[in-house]
């Protein structure tokens, strides 16, 4: 799982964030509101991966806290130390997500907030692809991004250099769809992380599930 020698720019940026990262968005009521989504769905005990799972707050933590198993994987060593010490309960490996080999249909749901910021378009859309797969049928899908039209923007995000690459947010439905999964919710909203050099960002959280398993109610 090691990324040999040279650290990723995202390892960078979010290893230089560990902690601070969780109190900017720890009053994300969106975020929340996702969790909850999930946990209604869960079958007891479900198999959970969360992609860059960052400090393991408040995902993992709410996932296994209501009994799931979390296999939390994130790029950056900072936040893997952070969240293995949060949440002990969870399983966190330390990897580039892009690399990492995955079993498919072997999973009841997948988490990836706001993780594919520092990916190229092709490399966001081969991810999600790649996720469905992994989600037995019936699986679900939560995912949330900053749905804009940004292809290797420099900018500045709680005083870290950032390059940006995303959707707007159509396209990210549209990348879902194509991978195979039904989109059963979205939200968009705007949260304004609680850090001096933040500005409101629009976000969008979207849910959805691999059919061909026992049927999630929509909404
Ligand atoms: C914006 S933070 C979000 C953390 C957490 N998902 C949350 O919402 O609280 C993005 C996380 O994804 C991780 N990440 C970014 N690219 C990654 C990759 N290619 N593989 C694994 N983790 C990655 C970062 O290190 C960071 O911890």
Redesign the pocket.
């Known amino acids: 799982m090691a990324d040999g020698n040279r650290r ?1 720019p ?2 960078a ?2 290893d230089a964030l560990g902690s601070d ?2 109190k900017a ?1 720890a009053a994300s009521g969106a ?1 929340r509101a996702s969790l909850a989504w999930l946990l209604e769905r869960l079958p007891p005990g479900s198999r959970v991966l ?6 393991g ?3 993992a933590a709410t996932l296994t806290a209501a009994g799931h198993r979390v296999l939390g ?4 060593p900072v ?1 893997v130390e952070i969240a293995s010490r949060q949440v002990p309960e969870a399983e966190f490996r330390c ?4 690399g990492l080999p995955l079993e498919d249909g072997s999973l009841d749901a997948v ?9 190229s378009r092709a490399e966001q859309a081969d991810l999600v692809r790649r996720l469905a797969l992994v989600l037995r049928p019936g699986g679900l899908f939560a995912l ?1 991004t900053v749905p804009l039209d940004v292809e290797g923007f420099d900018g500045v995000f709680m005083g870290q250099g950032v390059r940006v690459t995303s959707f707007a947010a159509q396209a990210v439905t549209a990348l879902v769809r194509e991978a195979g999964l039904t989109v059963l919710s979205e939200e968009s909203v705007l949260f304004t992380p609680a850090h001096p050099d933040a500005t409101p960002e629009p976000q969008l959280f979207l849910h959805g599930r691999r059919e061909g398993g026992e049927a999630a109610p929509a909404g």
């Open positions: 990723s995202a390892a940026v979010f990262y969780e968005f975020h969360d992609v860059g799972s960052g400090t707050r408040p995902t994987v994130d790029v950056s936040m990897g580039d997500i892009r988490c990836v907030y706001f993780a594919l910021l520092q990916m949330a």
